[in-house]
């Protein structure tokens, strides 16, 4: 107690209690630090502040003790140097944008890209002076031929997380870092555990923390990881002016999941293989498109380049089968729920109409993408072949 708080009333006591913690608890836990008033212990302080470095403490909005934890274990998954969050992946993806880009600019994005970031490319095209333009994923070094004076951004995925193409990462980067052009890659599909960005000259990565980090379906978040201090100030500067960022509470959430991580994301990508093989040798199944299959479009690339592959991939079925009967199929499961995002325990199926997706595709049956979560392995295939044979015959 300060010698003068112990005359104050207790309303006043109560609001400003002198609280005494024994020292000396540990936990493995980080505390969760909410906040969104940030105390200064003096005016110099606060005057000095500067906000480029990380743990220069401001306002709750843009990192607590909590965040910085997070950030931090992101950044090292990843092999970069730092990171920053977002209330969505979505959001991280706009925080690209915002950073890197501005009126007169030309960004150039793969065509088999993340719906919504090919909608917000679409948004700056029509309503910000902005040029965007859409590029065969496939393109490789080519990528030289398709690159304007006022380029100054390429979008990669790698593969696209529905049509499954595994770009050469390495072959467009090296032209981007000849022209002095940022590349930023939606690095979700591997959850920074099975592809290194850095290691092939990305610029930034973006992860979904939606998916696999968070893993129980439950928490919404985005992250930009990056190698350059540069770089990570300016996607700071574009998130503070924005006014984006993220709940400890979250942040504790997704704390909590990361170590069971790479446990989890192995048995995602035993029983998906296992069952993208199973498939592969239906007569229902004209194509399966999953990466680590020769036929996959890039799976040389994927193969230089992956360490795993996890729980996401494609089917198309044969062609003789209508698009209702493959939405009866869909419908007919009963382990696969129909919804977005993926990442948690729980299988999903969702069919896609990606002739409407795509300039160029090659394949005339329905597309239905898999998420093959934690259930057992022999189950999820029962279900699927019960499914066939109710929709199908
Ligand atoms: C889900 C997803 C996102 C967006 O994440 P949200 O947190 O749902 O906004 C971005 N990219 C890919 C590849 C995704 O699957």
């Known amino acids: 107690m300060t010698a003068s708080s112990s005359k104050r009333a207790l309303q006043t006591r109560i609001v400003q209690h002198d609280d005494a913690i024994p020292p000396g608890y540990l936990s493995f836990v980080p505390p969760v630090e909410r906040a969104s008033t940030v105390v200064f212990p003096d005016l110099a302080t606060m005057r000095e502040l500067d906000w480029r470095e990380d743990g220069q403490w401001r306002y709750g909005l843009h990192a607590t003790p909590t965040s910085l934890a997070l950030a931090q274990r992101l950044a090292t998954i990843e092999g970069g140097a730092h990171a920053l969050l977002q209330p969505s992946g979505l959001a991280a993806i706009a925080n690209v944008y915002f950073g890197c880009v501005t009126s007169g600019d030309d960004v150039l994005i793969p065509d088999n890209v993340y719906g919504p970031n090919a909608d917000f490319g679409r948004w700056l ?6 040029t965007v333009r859409f590029y065969d994923p496939l393109v490789g ?4 031929d398709l690159i304007a004076p006022n380029t100054r951004l390429i979008w990669l995925e790698a593969p696209g997380s529905v049509t499954m193409e595994v770009p050469d990462v390495r072959a467009i980067t ?11 890659i939606d690095n979700t599909y591997s959850a920074g555990l099975a592809f290194r960005p850095f290691e092939h000259g990305v610029d930034i990565s973006v992860q979904a923390l939606t998916k696999y980090q968070s893993g129980g379906s439950d928490v919404l978040m985005g992250a930009t990881i990056t190698a350059d201090a540069v770089l990570h100030a300016k996607l700071k500067l ?46 229902e199944i004209a194509t399966v498109l999953h990466p680590q299959l020769p036929d996959c479009p890039g799976h040389a690339e994927f193969v230089r380049d992956f360490t795993g592959a996890g729980g996401l991939f494609s089917v198309i079925f044969d062609a003789r089968y209508s698009a209702a009967q493959v939405d009866r199929f869909v419908e007919s499961l009963e382990l696969f729920a129909i919804g977005w995002s993926w990442g948690g325990a729980h299988s999903l199926a969702m069919p896609y109409d990606v002739a409407s997706m795509r300039a160029a595709w090659p394949h005339r049956g329905t597309l239905v993408r898999f998420y093959i979560g934690l259930e057992d392995e022999a189950d999820l295939r029962a279900d699927i072949e019960r499914a066939m044979q109710a929709a199908l015959g």
């Open 141 to 144: 070094a080519g990528i030289a």
């Open 238 to 283: 574009a998130r503070m002016r924005s006014g984006t960022g993220v709940s400890s509470d979250d942040c504790s959430l997704v704390l909590r999941s990361l170590p069971s991580m790479q446990a989890r994301f192995d048995v995602h990508s035993r029983s998906a293989l296992a069952l993208a093989h199973w498939l592969k040798a239906r007569p």
């Open 174 to 184: 090296a032209v981007a870092r000849q022209r002095g052009i940022v590349t930023a």
């Open 125 to 130: 095209d029509n309503d910000f002076g902005v």
